[in-house]
């Protein structure tokens, strides 16, 4: 609740900003408020869902973000193009109100549409309670009795992987931004000054991007069946460096899209940790 009001007001206030400084404190503050958003959601799925299931329902977390461009993208643009005609204010600021402000009553109601725990879940019969509340103590008792076989959080940082994980995944986030950001601005530029054309462009172009990777190289198209996969083949770890690497190194080679530089990873039933030769 207190993520989702935060991250509204912050959102909202951006439309206060008369100096492009102002405009970086504004969204300093709004990463500031949603910072503990998505490992919050990763928690609560972690109430709901033992580790057998976790990974293909934080798959169906993601697909949201994919889901909320396709909405926003042309809603942006409809605003944008609206709020033209309004007796006062910017149509970029209008941007950020209205698309705010609906945060901050998600938020609000959010207590009454969500339970912490199954136990509490009023829509979920005795037998699905006792059964999910079952499954999780079950997963919970395996963590503790793997417990003695884990290390300190810091020795992370001493994995030659674990800074492999940290560059593809900064690479991902820096063109997934680089998108979002710039895109209107070169549709504005190239092809149309409609805000409504420009959302809908936006959406085309981003669609087609992804369609063009995945037609270019079967591992993208595997990415996304792979959190499914990942739950029953129980390497999470050795599956999702392969996938991600083999999607930055993608090479033109019309006989295998295979990485040029290969990673490897140790797993066993007590330690996983992975290396790279």
């Given at each position: 609740t207190?993520?989702?009001?935060s991250?509204?007001?912050?959102?909202?206030?951006c439309?206060?900003?008369?100096?492009?400084?102002?405009f970086?404190f504004f969204?300093?503050?709004?990463?500031?408020?949603e910072?503990?958003?998505?490992p919050?959601?990763i928690l609560?799925?972690?109430y709901w869902y033992p580790?057998?299931?976790?990974?293909?329902t934080?798959a169906l977390?993601?697909?949201?973000?994919?889901?909320?461009?396709?909405?926003?993208?042309?809603v942006?643009?409809?605003i944008?193009e609206?709020?033209?005609d309004?007796?006062?204010?910017k149509?970029w600021?209008?941007?950020?109100?209205?698309?705010?402000l609906?945060?901050?009553l998600?938020g609000?109601f959010i207590?009454?549409l969500l339970?912490d725990?199954?136990e509490?879940?009023?829509w979920l019969t005795d037998s699905?309670?006792?059964?999910?509340?079952?499954?999780?103590?079950?997963d919970n008792?395996?963590k503790?009795?793997a417990?003695g076989n884990e290390k300190p959080t810091?020795?992370?940082?001493?994995?030659?992987?674990?800074w492999?994980?940290?560059?593809?995944?900064?690479?991902?986030i820096?063109g997934l931004?680089?998108?979002s950001?710039w895109?209107p601005?070169?549709?504005e530029?190239r092809?149309?000054n409609?805000?409504?054309?420009i959302?809908?462009?936006?959406?085309?172009?981003?669609?087609l991007c992804?369609a063009?990777?995945a037609?270019k190289n079967?591992?993208?198209i595997k990415?996304?069946l792979?959190?499914v996969?990942?739950?029953?083949d129980?390497?999470?770890?050795?599956n999702?460096?392969?996938?991600?690497w083999?999607?930055?190194n993608?090479n033109?080679s019309s006989?295998?899209c295979?990485?040029k530089?290969?990673?490897?990873?140790?797993?066993?039933?007590e330690n996983?940790?992975?290396?790279?030769?």
């Amino acid at each position: 609740t207190r993520i989702m009001i935060s991250w509204g007001l912050c959102s909202a206030l951006c439309a206060l900003s008369s100096s492009p400084l102002q405009f970086y404190f504004f969204r300093f503050l709004l990463g500031l408020a949603e910072a503990g958003f998505f490992p919050g959601i990763i928690l609560y799925l972690t109430y709901w869902y033992p580790s057998a299931y976790r990974a293909r329902t934080v798959a169906l977390f993601m697909m949201a973000i994919a889901f909320a461009g396709v909405i926003g993208s042309p809603v942006s643009g409809w605003i944008l193009e609206s709020a033209q005609d309004f007796s006062f204010g910017k149509p970029w600021q209008w941007l950020f109100v209205i698309e705010g402000l609906p945060t901050v009553l998600l938020g609000i109601f959010i207590p009454f549409l969500l339970t912490d725990r199954p136990e509490s879940a009023t829509w979920l019969t005795d037998s699905e309670k006792q059964e999910i509340a079952q499954a999780i103590q079950v997963d919970n008792q395996n963590k503790l009795s793997a417990s003695g076989n884990e290390k300190p959080t810091w020795h992370a940082l001493r994995v030659p992987l674990f800074w492999a994980c940290v560059l593809i995944y900064f690479s991902f986030i820096l063109g997934l931004y680089s998108i979002s950001f710039w895109m209107p601005q070169i549709i504005e530029t190239r092809i149309t000054n409609d805000k409504i054309l420009i959302g809908w462009n936006a959406l085309f172009l981003t669609a087609l991007c992804k369609a063009s990777a995945a037609l270019k190289n079967e591992e993208y198209i595997k990415a996304d069946l792979l959190e499914v996969y990942s739950d029953d083949d129980k390497r999470r770890l050795m599956n999702t460096v392969n996938v991600n690497w083999n999607i930055l190194n993608n090479n033109d080679s019309s006989e295998s899209c295979a990485p040029k530089i290969s990673i490897r990873c140790n797993v066993d039933d007590e330690n996983r940790e992975g290396v790279i030769p």
